[in-house]
């Protein structure tokens, strides 16, 4: 079965100093891959996403990711974090040929320290 | 203005009863989705409706049942509660097509007691 792996299940930051969460998936099958975030009590907003094209992304808030074929990973990144950044991160891949299914990693959740 | 919006967000209940979740979309999209997020955030599709159409339906108990009136809604029907319904259930619209973005409501936050 496809699935999606978050290797980081929290991830402690001080503010200012830069992040990176961790996405691999199962299949090197051609995939659409995004970023989602979810701050508390709320719902998901999509931050990034990959659908083709340059493998480096930029998204919103700051953040970008990179997509790695060969080592089927999507990693996220941001380079100097802020409080409001203390929130929870989706990784989430939907295969081609799989219609609109979208299969989401365990998420991490990054708590930004001042 | 509301994209996705889901009601009730809280919705406390006992073992047993029968309740209902209303999504609305105000987006123009032809695609609604049902998530449920478990007590350790772990996020999973349920059903999926294009054009009021299921298309997506994971292993979900027969007691959930969707129910998309028009392209601009879906409900969520879920029979005889448990205690493992306990979760949050959210709703998502998308346009169709493999690279679309998904939508997300805020939430609704089912307790059974």
């Known amino acids: 079965a496809q699935s999606v792996t978050q290797l980081d299940s929290q991830v402690p930051v001080f503010e200012e100093a830069p992040v990176e969460l961790r996405c691999n998936y199962s299949s090197s099958v051609s995939v659409y891959l995004f970023w989602y975030v979810q701050y508390p009590n709320q719902g998901l907003q999509l931050l990034l996403k990959?659908?083709?094209?340059?493998?480096l992304v930029k998204g919103i808030n700051g953040f970008e990711a990179e997509f790695n074929k060969s080592q089927t990973s999507f990693h996220l990144r941001k380079p100097s974090v802020h409080i409001s950044d203390t929130a929870e991160y989706f990784c989430a891949v939907r295969w081609r040929g799989a219609g609109n299914k979208l299969t989401f990693g365990g998420g991490t959740r990054v708590l930004v320290k001042p | 203005d509301t994209a996705v919006s889901q009601t009730p967000k809280y919705l406390v209940t006992q073992m047993g009863n029968d309740k209902s979740i209303k999504c609305e979309q105000n987006l123009g999209h032809d695609t609604m989705y049902w998530y449920k997020q478990d007590s350790k955030k772990f996020l999973k599709i349920m059903f999926s409706?294009?054009?009021?159409?299921?298309?997506i339906n994971e292993t979900v108990p027969n007691r959930f049942s969707p129910k998309s009136p028009d392209k601009a809604h879906l409900n969520l029907h879920i029979n005889s509660l448990e205690l493992g319904d306990s979760a949050v259930y959210f709703c998502a619209s998308s346009q169709e097509g493999g690279g679309e973005t998904q939508y997300f409501g805020p939430g609704t936050r089912l307790l059974v007691l």
């Open positions: 990959y659908l083709s094209g340059s493998t």
């Open positions: 409706y294009n054009n009021k159409e299921l298309i």
